[in-house]
């Protein structure tokens, strides 16, 4: 060992080659590889796992967008007309009894010209 | 090397006896600079088998014979690193308050004072990690790999991937950092 003399740079020399001596290499317990073999298949059934649900959500995502095409495509009782215009299918929607969008209309007599 | 690359390749295409060769041939070596890194004997074993770990899910990646050991360096200093970064988030390292004990061991170690025991070991290790609480996780990992592990800065070069005058300065500044500690440390006790 180095004796401690000399300035603070020496001191921490000396205190990590200490160091170095006081962590040697030092053998595995038994159970190193057990354990070892042990965290790599837990974390492939956790890779396993995750493929999985992915996998079922992608499918059920796949089928969802199916189920959504086909009810798109097929025509329904509210639909309007197929053949009508734009114009009649919103002459239609918004006809002319409705309160809210047409009031009454009062016409004003027009002024008599004068002679 | 100590394995030769065909183990490798056998590893690679999901060979177990293979992969388990190689972990049996690095296991001590990289245990031995977990304990260096880390100054931490009871966690050793747990941060080596993530270690191999992250060996095992990544060594399809390894294309070249030549980088196999750099590259298991690179995994081992990650490890080490995740490992002290959690470590600080549960507890909180103070060099302003190295202990007055741990500054005596310091003097007494570097003055050929102490025994070889593993009491005195303990203490070494607990005065470097305190001295070491003053850098950053990466820091530190810099220095031991360095001063510890005796790393030149070609090798650094590479398991950092970094260009030397970087890791010059780096290093050049983590250890001012270290020495500001060990004299505040000392100065403040005495």
Redesign the interface.
Known sequence: ????RGT?????????R????????????AN??P??WG??EA?QRQVFSFRRMANTLATAALALSIALGVYMALPHASQANPGQSYIEALAEANALDAPDIVGPVHLEPAAEPAQ | MLVDFELIKRAQQGDSAAF?EI??AY???I??QI??LI?R?ED??DV???V??RL??SLDQLREEKVFEPWLYRLTVNAAFDYLRKLRRRQEFRMSDLSEQQVMM??A????RAD?DEQ???K??E??DS?LGSVSEADRILLMLK??EGLSLKELEKIYKVNENALKVRLFRA?QR??KA??AG?GKHG
């Open positions: 060992m180095q004796p401690l603070d740079d020496d001191k921490l020399d000396a205190l990590l200490e160091y170095a001596k006081a962590c040697p290499d030092r053998d595995p317990s190193f590889m354990n070892l965290r790599i974390r | 388990n972990v049996l296991r001590k070596r245990m031995g304990t260096r100054a004997p050793v074993e080596a088998q993530e191999f770990l095992y899910f310091a003097d170690v570097a003055g050929g070889q005195h070991h303990k070494v290790r005065a470097v001295l001063e510890v250890r270290v020495l060990f004299g000392a």
